[in-house]
């Protein structure tokens, strides 16, 4: 009995967190515009016709729909059942690294919530710097604000290691684009400021150095395919958020299987 209703607990958190990232797809797609997310139904952006409920179900409607639009045929990006199937997983996966267990059963708990908050807007920075190669200032503070409830959510991360997390990534990265213009965007160097408070500076460190190795290597993968020339950009946003969120649910594995290296 206790496994079915666990299992039912992870099925219903799934589902919230596939519901809320269905919403975040909202917000993904109209705050460049500055279209207003709070009010008004969703609706096709090719022909306009407003999306009925049984259009917005997660992942199933586009399964169901086969990745088309019902009025007018046109085709629906994957894009929008992966984001909802990463919410999904993302809030499965808080439940299950932070939720509390009594007598063996999990338990929400402040710390989850703030991860997974920490994981939406990491996500919705994401995917808005594919499209419009920028970061708004408003995830910025967001981020920030997620950092300051951690203070107090996870007191293992000293507060002096959070302050000199501001500045160990962004003041770097200022001081290289100060050097060389363009090199990175204005909301990299903000974002890994505020998210430092979040992470501390070993893991903010480490989020970089994941980000530009995995950077590293799709944009070589672009100039080797011609697809990008060597003075054209692409969003790095995706890759400091990527570094982020394994950063943190790694990091302290992954720096301590490093410094193994250096133990005689």
Request: aromatic share 14%.
């Amino acid at each position: 009995m206790l496994y079915f209703l666990e299992t039912l607990l992870f099925v219903l958190i799934f589902l919230f967190g596939a519901s809320f990232f269905s919403f975040l797809n909202v917000v993904i797609y109209r705050l460049p515009g500055k279209i207003s997310f709070v009010g008004g139904r969703s609706f096709c952006p090719i022909c306009g016709e407003t999306l009925k409920g049984r259009d917005m179900i997660p992942i199933l409607s586009y399964l169901l729909l086969r990745g088309k639009c019902r009025n007018c045929g046109a085709p629906i990006s994957p894009r929008y059942p992966l984001v909802e199937a990463l919410g999904g997983s993302f809030s499965a996966l808080c439940l299950r690294q932070f939720g509390n267990t009594v007598e063996g059963f999990y338990q929400i708990t402040l710390s989850a919530v703030t991860v997974f908050a920490f994981l939406s807007i990491l996500t919705t920075v994401a995917f808005i710097d594919i499209d419009t190669m920028e970061i708004p200032n408003g995830l910025v503070l967001a981020a920030a604000g997620c950092g300051l409830v951690s203070v107090f959510v996870f007191p293992d991360i000293t507060l002096l290691s959070r302050i000199i997390g501001v500045f160990s990534v962004s003041v770097p990265l200022l001081l290289i684009t100060l050097l060389i213009p363009g090199a990175f965007g204005g909301g990299d160097i903000k974002l890994m400021g505020a998210c430092g408070l979040f992470l501390g500076w070993q893991l903010s460190l480490l989020s970089l150095f994941l980000a530009v190795l995995s950077g590293g290597l799709y944009g070589g993968g672009l100039l080797a395919s011609g697809k990008k020339g060597r003075k054209e950009h692409f969003a790095f946003g995706p890759f400091l958020c990527a570094g982020m969120g394994i950063a943190f649910f790694c990091g302290n594995e992954i720096l301590n299987w490093y410094l193994g290296f250096f133990q005689f």
